[in-house]
C-alpha cells in the first residue's frame, strides 16, 4: 500500500472591510481572517475517506507577511478537532522559518530564497518539501473549497500511480472538477454566450470546457492529458524529487507543472473516475470569475511558458510540442497568442480603468521580456531542486521535527 501525503493549502486575506496592500499577493479567492472559510468543511469530508495510510498536511499562507502568524493561529483551531480522524500536520510561517534555520546550518543559504510561503508556485513546492520529508510514495493535492464525496478516494488515486501504460511511467494523475450540481462542462447556456467570441482569452472557458470533453470522452481508464487541476492531482515520488513547479509563473502552475514535467519525460494520464466537488467561495461554477487581473497573469504566464518551450531543447531531449497540449493550453502557447493578449487588454479593461500605466501592446512586450529573463532560470532552479529534496531529506533534524509535530499538539512549533 503506497503512503500517501494530502496536501492542502488554505488561503488567508485581511478581515472584511479591510483595503488590501501594497504588498499583497494575489490569490483567486482567500478567506478573510474574521470568517470561517471552507476548510472545516473540505476536512469533515475526509473522514469518511477508506484508506489505511494517509497524512494531512495543511499549508497555511496569508495575502501579506503581517498576517500570517494570525492566519496560522485561525488555521491551527480549525484543524485540531480533527487530530483524532487522521494524522494532520499545519506548515505555516513558524515551519518555514525552521527549514530556513537548518539550511543555514548547512551552509546552503542560496537555496532560502527559492523555499517561501508567497506566490502559488512557491506554496505548492512548500507541499512538495513537507511531503518528501514524511516519506510519501504519493502526494495528492487538494483545495480547501472542495469536498470528497467518494469513500474511495484515494484508492482510486492511487490504483495506477507509478504502475507503466504502453511501456509509459504514470508520473501524474489528473482527476475531475465537479460543481455541486455533479457536473464537468460547461452548459449550453454558458457555451452559447461565448459561441461568438473570436478572442482566445474571451474563449478561454469555452476551450477548457473542450479540453476536459476530449479526455472524458475516451473508453479508455487513463489518457494522456494535456491539463491537470491543482486541487485534484497525484504526483509520484519519482517526478516530485525531481519536477519542481516553477516560481516565475504567474497563474495556472497545475497546468505549467505537467510542462514542466513533460520537460524531463514525466507524464500525467486522466482518471475520470477521481472526483472532487468544487465549491469555491465567489462562484457558483467549477472555475472562479475571470477578472481583468487575471487576465493580465494569464498573458504574462501565456506568454512565459511559450518562451520556456521554445528554449526546451537546450535543457531537455525530451520533444513537447504544442501539439500535444491542444486545446487547452496548446490554443494560449502559439506565436498569436500576443495579438490575442493585446486585443483582450482592450476589449475587457473595467470601465472604471480610464487610463492604465502602459499601453497594451507595451504590457505584451514586457510579458515576452520576462519571459527571456526568467525561463533559463527555471531550468538552474530545477537543477538545484534536485539538490534541495537529497540534502533536506538527510536532515534527521528535519524528519524528527515534522514526526514531533504529528505526534504533539498539531501545528504547535518546535524549535530542534
Known sequence: MLKVVVVVPTYWRWERGKLAQSDDIIYDHPIPLDQPGTLDRLLESLKGVDYPDFQVVIVTVATNPALEKAAEEKTRKIIRKFKNDFQILQFGISDLNVIHQHLQKLRLESYIPFINLRGYS???NIGLIVSHLLGSDVIVGLDDDEIIVDKNYLRIATRFIGKRLNHEFIAGIAGLYLDKQRNYKLS????QAKAGEKNLFQRKEVIMNDAVLAVTKSRDKLVKTPFVFGGNMV?????????????????????????NGKILGY????DKDLQIIHLPPDSSGIHSAYTYPKLKQDIIRFVYESHKLAITS?????NVTLEELDPYPGYFLRKEVEEHA???LYKMRPKEIEVEEISPEEFVANAKHRAQQLAPEYFKFQRKWIKIMEVL???NGLVEYLSLIHISEPTRPLYI
Open 122 to 124: 512557491n506554496v505548492r
Open 188 to 191: 449550453q447556456k454558458e457555451i
Open 235 to 259: 504526483i509520484h515520488r519519482k517526478m516530485f524529487e525531481h519536477v519542481p513547479f516553477d516560481p516565475y509563473i504567474t497563474r495556472g502552475e497545475d497546468i505549467d507543472y505537467l510542462i
Open 267 to 270: 507524464h500525467f494520464f486522466f
Open 314 to 318: 537546450m535543457y531537455s531531449q525530451h
Open 342 to 344: 493585446v486585443e483582450a
Open 393 to 395: 531529506k538527510e536532515d
